[in-house]
């Protein structure tokens, strides 16, 4: 029998939930506050029957809106910080505008979980929570932790017990991150024995409290979905870990508005190591929301990212003719500013996070460039960041010892993908964004079009068979000097992913499969996608194993996106078989993108001009950061 039609009541979302509705269309005030499906229609949805299926669609929606509730709180610490950012080039260049600066930052309004927290750390004590020098430990987050708001409730003896053991749990959290999470989530940087390996992070997880609660969150994470995966673990499990991780992620919020509030007042040319520290603190959330699927904020944290390494590159990396050295600013971050480092010295601790967090910069950069329909942020340091110095270049440089004959930022030994990859996604974003300009403004060059296609072709396609030489010939040798350097780097390690040259080519093939689209338009059935296409799905398939698609999602779902009705359940497959794992990352995002292409294929077929990547990396109505 047919559903019965309504007359009035408000929205079918606000009715399942029993609260009024003041019927705005297309989307009431409420479901639009709590960021959720709005649904008005004449017939009765079919889960509102009055029974079993009501009963799980309102549950789904309870859990739905707490679950963003904590993505709407980070959203306004972010618009604060995001308006303040409007101002850094002006505030941070001229000492007399710090004052200034200073009135600009408005206080976003603390999480309640956060102000109650029994594990957070006392902000009244500390002006600065990240001040100090590398050998200043006394400043670490994990010193004391707050009062709880209830002390009274207890005996001196029994909050004496719980302080213990939050510290103890903090401890536990911690080396689950260094021992687990970070490899996890960073499985290429290997960084070598000689570098003293990744000890930078945990004194940065001792000096920086956004990054400290960041690490916090992200660890008690992971450990709830391993823990979710236990026949036998207990349900109250999950939900400890989830008020867990919101408790810690607001905690990191309030500390990163604190931080941003101090460099803004006291800019960027004489702290430099603030400056780097803040920024580091950024990405990490940055990273923390991508790791937990969380919708919505990533562009609000690249934005306020590049801008501030835009401001440490303006006032600490141009020589006096004007050339950009990012050695100079590793310099300035070294034990004795301005020495040159010898070749096979260790990085110092802010040198190394510099380094760390401007190659997730970088890449992070370039991949928001390709859904957001602009060339990347960055793109101005490209070359004289990623690219081998060349003769020219020298000429106007210090003599440099430790990078004198290697790029500055070597993305192969951060994520795995070669800088001439990422540097030409970056000039296909580009050239896709002028394209779409010159289109609308009645003047584009096909000429000029396919000129610039086929320089960026040529080299991607010249440097993949450099590649395919490195594959054939290049390999871990057990013999020689390097062998025990190589065991402790973890070059030898079962848990290895595939190599750098399997991914770069799956990186590059995707690449060119991309440029094809700008160049071309949407034509899935050219010989030259199909191509691209079946060649990227048999890499995917001669993955040594389906975890590895957790470094490949963009490529992943750039190739999906094209492919055919026939190769559709290929996709599905590989998600499926990744197992728990799915859960974590991007890739359900990536194959949820497919499934909306795939679904509209017969309309997008139809109007092939009005379709492209960039649409498909926007179809589940937000731009796709495929990490």
Same mark, same amino acid.
């Given at each position: ?259 941003? %509030? ?97 190659? %997730? ?18 793109? %101005? ?247």
């Amino acid at each position: 029998m047919a559903a019965t039609s309504r007359a009035s009541g408000g929205c079918w979302t606000c009715r399942l939930r029993r609260k009024k509705c003041d019927d705005e269309r297309p989307i009431c005030k409420g479901c639009l506050a709590l960021e959720i499906d709005c649904l008005y229609s004449d017939d009765k949805p079919e889960w509102m029957d009055g029974a079993e299926k009501q009963k799980r669609k309102a549950d789904w929606l309870k859990k739905e809106v707490k679950r963003r509730a904590a993505h709407r709180r980070e959203r306004r610490y972010l618009q604060g910080l995001d308006v303040r950012l409007e101002s850094l080039d002006a505030s941070l260049t001229d000492d007399s505008n710090r004052a200034v600066a200073k009135d600009l930052i408005n206080a976003a309004p603390l999480s309640s979980s956060a102000a109650t927290s029994s594990t957070s750390r006392s902000v009244a004590e500390k002006s600065t929570p990240n001040s100090g020098s590398d050998s200043a430990l006394t400043d670490s987050p994990t010193s004391a932790p707050s009062p709880d708001e209830h002390a009274d409730d207890f005996t001196p003896a029994c909050k004496q017990h719980r302080a213990r053991l939050s510290r103890e749990a903090e401890a536990h959290s911690t080396m689950m991150y260094l021992d687990y999470v970070f490899p996890f989530l960073f499985p290429y940087y290997r960084p070598s024995f000689s570098d003293i390996g990744r000890g930078w992070l945990l004194v940065l997880l001792n000096k920086n409290n956004t990054l400290f609660h960041s690490a916090l969150s992200l660890a008690g994470y992971f450990y709830g979905i391993v823990i979710g995966q236990m026949q036998y673990a207990p349900s109250e499990c999950h939900s400890h870990n989830l008020e867990a991780l919101q408790e810690q992620q607001g905690l990191a919020l309030r500390w990163l508005q604190r931080e941003m %509030q101090d460099i803004v007042t006291r800019g960027v040319k004489g702290n430099l190591a603030e400056a780097n520290r803040v920024m580091a603190s950024i990405i990490q959330l940055m990273t923390c929301d991508i790791a937990t699927a969380k919708p919505g904020n990533w562009e609000m944290h690249l934005g306020a990212a590049t801008e501030l390494f835009n401001e440490i590159m303006k006032h600490h990396a141009m020589t006096e003719e004007g050339h950009a050295c990012f050695m100079m600013v590793l310099l300035q971050l070294g034990s004795r500013p301005f020495t040159w480092t010898p070749k096979n010295h260790p990085w110092g601790s802010d040198q190394a996070i510099l380094r760390f967090f401007t190659a %997730q910069l970088l890449f992070l950069d370039t991949l928001a460039s390709t859904a957001l329909q602009q060339p990347p942020k960055l793109q %101005q340091w490209h070359y004289s960041l990623m690219m081998p110095l060349d003769d020219e270049a020298l000429k106007h440089m210090p003599k440099l010892e430790k990078e004198q004959t290697l790029p500055h930022i070597n993305l192969r030994d951060f994520v795995g993908v070669e800088n001439w990859i990422i540097i030409s996604i970056g000039e296909i974003a580009a050239l896709d964004s002028w394209k779409k300009e010159m289109k609308r403004s009645g003047s584009l060059s096909v000429a000029q079009l396919v000129t610039r296609a086929s320089a960026i072709e040529q080299r991607l396609r010249a440097s993949l068979e450099t590649l395919g030489v490195a594959i054939n010939h290049d390999g871990p040798s057990v013999d020689g000097p390097q062998h025990l350097l190589q065991y402790f780097a973890g070059s030898f390690s079962p848990h290895m992913m595939h190599d750098v040259a399997m991914n770069s080519r799956i990186w590059a093939q995707a690449a060119i499969t991309y440029l094809s689209v700008v160049l071309s338009g949407w034509q899935p059935s050219s010989a030259e996608i199909r191509g691209s296409v079946a060649e990227t799905i048999e890499m995917f398939l001669s993955l040594p194993s389906p975890d590895c698609l957790r470094t490949l999602v963009w490529p992943f779902t750039i190739t999906g996106c094209l492919a055919g009705p026939c190769q559709e359940q290929t996709f599905r497959d590989l998600v499926a078989s990744m197992g728990p794992l799915k859960v974590l990352g991007t890739i359900r995002e990536g194959l949820a993108i497919m499934e909306r292409v795939w679904e509209r294929r017969a309309d997008i077929d139809e109007n092939p001009d009005h379709w492209d990547l960039s649409a498909s990396l926007r179809s589940l109505q937000q731009p796709a950061l495929l990490l």
